[in-house]
């Protein structure tokens, strides 16, 4: 079993920048894949970006391409989420996931609200 903690949301006004951490517990990331993804009031849960277990592998959603940066550091079992230049429509509750099998994501953390004001 793996517990997934997210943290670093926040508000902050457009433009603006901020990280995103997630934590895992109970099982080492060494070897899963992660991922962010996220979810607007009204709207269904997306998928931002993803690294894989390496970390060679990284893609991200078109929408925050150039302006996200996915990392990890498999030593502090820990993934990060970098934002930059934030819009209002990057609001969302952002969460964190992890799977054995790429695109498969068998663990979730609870999310972390990120609010961007215009």
């Known amino acids: 079993q793996v517990l997934l903690v997210e943290s670093g949301g926040g508000l902050v006004q457009a433009g603006g920048s901020l990280r995103l951490s997630c934590a895992a517990s109970?099982?080492?990331?060494?070897?899963?894949?992660m991922g962010w993804f996220r979810q607007a009031p009204g709207k269904e849960r997306e998928f931002v970006g993803s690294?894989?277990?390496?970390?060679?592998?990284?893609s991200y959603a078109d929408s925050v391409k150039g302006r996200f940066t996915i990392s990890r550091d498999n030593a502090k079992n820990s993934e990060y989420l970098q934002m930059d230049s934030l819009k209002p429509e990057d609001t969302a509750v952002y969460y964190c996931?992890?799977?054995?099998?790429?695109?498969?994501?068998?663990?979730w953390g609870q999310g972390t609200q990120v609010t961007v004001s215009s």
């Open positions: 690294i894989s277990w390496s970390g060679v592998s990284i």
């Open positions: 109970g099982r080492t990331l060494g070897y899963l894949h």
């Open positions: 996931a992890a799977g054995a099998v790429w695109n498969k994501w068998s663990y």
